[in-house]
């Protein structure tokens, strides 16, 4: 285990920003930082990072915590595993003690497949730099395709010697297991259980994570034996999902930023070459059809995707259904389509730099001219093939998100294929609504009938009511949060004299001296925390429960102290000055508080009405009446002191 002194240290040191930003693309806004969830699709930002809280928060699905939790969540680390990362980040040194048999057994399976693929990456740029086979074929391949040694070494390109067992036998030499090599798709099993290389005789272009780590890697032969697949890819793992990947990301997620845009290519090759020639801002799709998850992690970086197409008419249309997945995200889309036939790999190198420079510049198309021209061409003058050129392009058109870009598009697609723009509208808003009308009357959608529904048993009514009394317990340990170690001023005792003392210390002991207990269980242990530490005479702020060990209780802090909300600056050039909880903390808290007394005793006189029903006797009765009737009264003045006309 870290030892705690280390864990503070790294806490202390992850900056929240930082530890984002390097996932989110993240822009300013008021006080806060904003951008788009990378934990659930959404095409508006409402993942907002509180840079002086030390926490994030989307307010579209929930997710909420602090740097660590992020990492956690983001690449599906441990707690152990996320503090490492953070530690390795800020160079903080992590001094360990003994972790336990379980610890290590949880985190064992992916920690095994990172450590192997990390291994192995070093074996294969080791064959291609220091041995003679890795020289001769390999990096003579790699220098033919005029990459320099600074751009072998940032892809940590590599070789695989073209032997059935070199690298297995070098990885069972360094302690790595025959279950370890074919989970990592390193090794392939035969039926028979005899195993071998996997990538043997290819040059390596390892694959890697966002945050850096490899996760895969692709191999190309350089033989040119039909019968073999050019290009290699690992399986599926735990860690490697194909879908899910986009080759040269972690190398150029800051320079999509800074720049706004990102340039699509399809295969290593091409990406790499564009990366020397300083167009940073690049990935590949490696060689896979463009997928929806591809296309998020882009958008999760910018809004604006250029796709380079090379020269190949087939190529191209078979691509097409691509736009259409990236306009279904609300990116916005261009394309450059390179002189026959040329890839951007032959492209760049054929060309000056200047030249290529201009035209990347000059080239890009938006969607509709680029697939218009396209198609076109096919149709001449045939009017049939024409109307289905102008149906396919309005069902693009259909798929955009966006009212003011969809209405944009429409007008260019009127001018451009001369029909009415009333009739695209009304193409496009029929496609639209057949859409929507297949969304709401899907069969694997039950609709249930309320009217059928069997009346709650008494243990889902005490579920029910214990939910929506909640809501008062959360209210509580919310201004605990914002609030308790700030000092107030708090009129007491029976000469009502004014006495400063901790807004913590105040509820805690407004809570204790009615012998109230919280129902949920999250809240009564938070209570409990807040109990002992002020008898210890420490008052615990909000770092002490956003960077807590306990999981529920950071994530609930970081949701209680998140807004979605900043007052504008404006306000105040405006000398706007609105009334806010903090004006008045005291009077804040004890509005809370008599809420919640309130509702307690609400709950109470509902438990005596219940009662009433089964007594047994007179005696109960008058008994249960006498006290409903103290408890009336409490009501009615706590009602009278929140300002609330009950009629009773």
Not at 98 to 109: A, C, H, K, V
Not at 290 to 299: A, F, G, S
Request: charged content about 25%.
């Amino acid at each position: 285990m870290i030892k705690q002194e280390t864990i503070q240290a790294i806490l202390d040191t992850a900056n929240i920003e930082e530890v984002v930003g390097d996932f989110v693309s993240l822009k300013k806004r008021g006080a806060n930082l904003i951008g788009l969830c990378p934990f659930h699709n959404e095409k508006t930002p409402s993942f907002t990072v509180s840079p002086a809280k030390g926490i994030y928060k989307c307010f579209g699905c929930g997710k909420a915590g602090n740097a660590v939790h992020f990492i956690m969540e983001h690449e599906h680390y441990s707690y152990y595993d996320a503090l490492k990362y953070l530690a390795a980040k800020y160079k903080i040194p992590v001094i360990e003690t003994e972790r336990t048999p379980e610890e290590i057994q949880l985190d064992n399976d992916k920690d095994r497949l990172f450590n192997i693929n990390a291994f192995v990456q070093k074996y294969f740029t080791d064959n291609l730099l220091n041995t003679e086979a890795g020289q001769a074929i390999g990096l003579s391949y790699f220098k033919k395709r005029g990459f320099n040694d600074a751009t072998i070494n940032t892809f940590q390109l590599g070789y695989s010697i073209d032997s059935f067992n070199a690298l297995i036998d070098y990885c069972h030499k360094n302690g790595y297991k025959d279950d370890i090599l074919a989970k990592s798709g390193l090794a392939v099993v035969h039926d028979d259980g005899k195993m071998f290389d996997r990538f043997r005789g290819r040059v390596m272009f390892p694959i890697h994570n966002l945050t850096g780590r490899v996760i895969g890697f692709g191999g190309r032969i350089l033989t040119s034996d039909k019968n073999t697949a050019k290009y290699l890819n690992s399986p599926e793992s735990d860690i490697y999902h194909k879908s899910d990947t986009l080759y040269g990301i972690y190398l150029a997620k800051n320079s999509i930023v800074s720049k706004n845009f990102c340039y699509l290519v399809e295969g290593y090759m091409d990406m790499i070459t564009m990366y020397q020639a300083g167009f940073t801002n690049v990935v590949a799709s490696s060689g896979t059809s463009l997928t929806t998850n591809q296309i998020r992690l882009i958008k999760r970086f910018t809004n604006n995707i250029t796709i380079i197409y090379d020269g190949d008419a087939a190529g191209i249309k078979a691509s097409l259904r691509g736009i259409d997945m990236v306009l279904s995200e609300g990116l916005n889309v261009k394309i450059i389509l390179l002189p026959e036939p040329e890839d951007p790999d032959s492209f760049i190198k054929n060309n000056r730099t200047s030249d290529v420079i201009d035209y990347f510049e000059n080239k890009p198309r938006d969607f509709i001219r680029f697939k218009t021209e396209l198609l076109l061409n096919d149709a001449k003058d045939d009017p049939i093939k024409k109307a289905e050129v102008i149906k396919d392009i309005i069902a693009s058109i259909a798929v955009i998100p966006d009212e003011i870009y969809r209405a944009m598009y429409i007008k260019e697609c009127s001018d451009l294929l001369g029909v009415k723009e009333q009739s695209v509208i009304f193409e496009v808003n029929k496609i639209i609504r057949k859409k929507l009308g297949k969304k709401y009357n899907d069969p694997d959608i039950e609709v249930h009938d309320n009217s059928t529904q069997q009346p709650l048993t008494q243990e889902e009514q005490d579920i029910e009511k214990n939910n929506s009394f909640d809501i008062y317990e959360r209210a509580i340990i919310e201004k605990l949060f914002l609030y308790g170690d700030i000092q107030s001023n708090y009129n007491l005792g029976a000469e009502n004299e004014a006495q400063t003392l901790s807004n913590a210390e105040f509820i805690i002991n407004e809570l204790d001296a009615e012998g109230i207990e919280f129902n949920n269980q999250l809240y009564s242990r938070i209570l409990n925390i807040y109990r002992d530490n002020l008898h210890n005479g420490f008052i615990p702020g909000q770092r002490y429960f956003i960077n807590n060990a306990d999981r529920e209780i950071s994530t609930l802090a970081a949701n209680l102290i998140s807004t979605p909300y900043s007052l504008s600056e404006k306000w105040k050039e405006n000398h706007i000055f609105p009334r806010m909880e903090t004006d008045d903390i005291p009077s804040t808290i004890i509005k809370t508080l008599l809420s919640f007394k309130s509702a307690f005793i609400k709950r109470l006189r509902a438990e005596i009405q219940e009662k009433l029903k089964n007594a047994e006797d007179s005696k109960e009765m008058e008994d249960l009446l006498e006290t409903d009737k103290q408890y009336k009264q409490v009501e009615i003045n706590i009602d009278s002191l929140l300002n609330r006309t009950i009629s009773y």
